[in-house]
């Protein structure tokens, strides 16, 4: 079977697929590659003058979220999208080359200051530069496409966040090139991935000729002037209001069972040497779990079963694992829940929730979608750090509110589900 033949199976590519289907994992893959050559970097700073300064970055990040989305929408009003799209990303590009100078000239590398300022910007460029991209395939792919190409899609930003974080630790701790040993300065590594930035307008221009997304807009294509058109429609529409709430209590559950690990790991092993090995094994069967399901069994399992109930996989295994973990606090359990659960957003969930905006339109998909995607799920993020203080203050057990916070979720993907029927 020649490999063209094999691809077309895993993937069910159907005729004149592939090129486009290419590029578009090319772009993601860029994408994630350039953000995971800065993230090591990020964590790094954010960390630098104690980890308990990290609410108050999110904090900051959430306020920088509510700054960002009105001048991004302002953009998306002005120009079409083979237009605005490149301009954001070389906005971001830029930011990279002002913080690499600032970072160089400034005495002491600007201080704590600089390093948190970078921490929120670079939270804030991730969570932007990915939900564009998923606007655009969102745009540019039909539902049926969709539900079989996304997972292949999503792989690709798999294979660029395992190859951005292994270049930033060969080439940081130094690596063998050419019979030479390199080893390259971590802020260098902000040129580099604006370098990725600009491949992957490349890559949207690509996509923009396939698909003729040209200047001219085409009717209610493209999106029209409006600041607040996004959170006017999040403000009427039920739907979008169900996504919010879907993609709030994801993250909120997230950060629970991220603060219940830390503790695990901490109480479990003994010296930086040893938590660091654990985390490591984690994360690599994350990624095994991630690739196997992305290539073999994500548009099979979003084909056969519908979004609807692939959007309850996530909740049910949290309402288990939760409550395993209320009942038995152990490494085992924990490991075996956060690798299910992570591996399985990144393959399945995270693929059928950008499914829900292919009926919708270009004000849905370009204004809504970047706040719910940023300011939304920073926001969850905020309140599942503070919450533990709070159920502390009222004696509630962390493991109870988690499992209490997965049957909303649960309940939120049930009700979603309603209404995505309601476009089949």
Known sequence: MTPARLLRRLVMLEEGEAPALAWSSLYFFLLLFGYYLLRPVREAMGIARGADKLPWLMTGTLLAMALANPAFAALVSKLPRRRFIPWAYRFFALNMAAFFLAFRLLPGHGGAALGYAFYIWLSVFNLFVVSVFWGLMSDVWSEGQGKRLFGFIAMGGSLGAIAGAAVTGALTKGAALGGLQVKVDPLSLLLLS???LELAVQCVKRLAAIFALGDVAHGAREPGPGLLAGL???????????????????????????LQQGAIVERTFHGTAARTAAFARIDLWVNVLTLVTQVFFTGRLITALGVPVVLSILPVLSLAGFGALWAWPTFGVMALFQVLRRGLHYAVDRPAREILYIPLGPEERYKSKPFIDTFIYRGGDLLGVWAPTAFAALA?????AAVGCSGLWLGSSVALGRRVKQFD
């Open 396 to 400: 509630v057990p962390v493991g109870l």
């Open 194 to 196: 604006a370098l990725t």
């Open 232 to 258: 006017r429609l999040i403000a009427t529409s039920r739907y979008l209001q169900l996504i919010c709430a879907y993609i709030l209590l994801f993250t909120i559950t997230s950060t629970f069972l991220y």
